[in-house]
């Protein structure tokens, strides 16, 4: 599946997705077209597995467990935007403009990444409360969203990935602020 993977995304960063075609992936792949309908219906869904597999063998599982709120949280930020900074972006967008027109899109990006990555969130704070970084109780539920939305905010609206120091500033003067932690 990597051939095809890599395939695809090469597909997709040049034509677009409503320009890329399962002939044109499958031969970029060295394979036939039927191999890539037999798991995939159409190259959205392609797209879509390919950015979410990539991302999952890219950044880690969960959210770094370094011992430290701040680590954690930039760890997981640079690591996901660093990936950002090739042609998996494109990919992301395509996705992305797709899905104003693509209900079912959404909820598959919310069922197999926007919900992992949120209880992946709750589970780096829930360890930074329980090591005494910050306070224990109830976090607004706007705050765990802050990172990917600006993330996601550079990208659509200025063609963007942030760099790893506003990686540093949006967790040191955003982030932590925000969750209560004193520096």
Known sequence: ??????A???EIAEHGLRGASMDGIARR???GKATLYRRWSNVRELGLDVFLITMADAVPASYPNTGSLREDLLGSCQAFTRLLRGPLQIVLRELISESAHDPQLVNEFQSRMGDPMHHELVTVIQR???RGEIPTGPIDPLVLELPDSIVLHRLLLRGE???DQTSVALVDHI???LLGHPR
Request: hydrophobic share 65%; net charge negative; charged share 10%.
């Open 128 to 130: 930074a409360m329980a």
């Open 1 to 6: 599946m990597d051939a095809v993977h890599q």
């Open 175 to 177: 982030m932590l602020p």
């Open 161 to 163: 990935v942030i760099d």
């Open 8 to 10: 695809a995304l090469v």
């Open 29 to 31: 792949a060295g394979t």
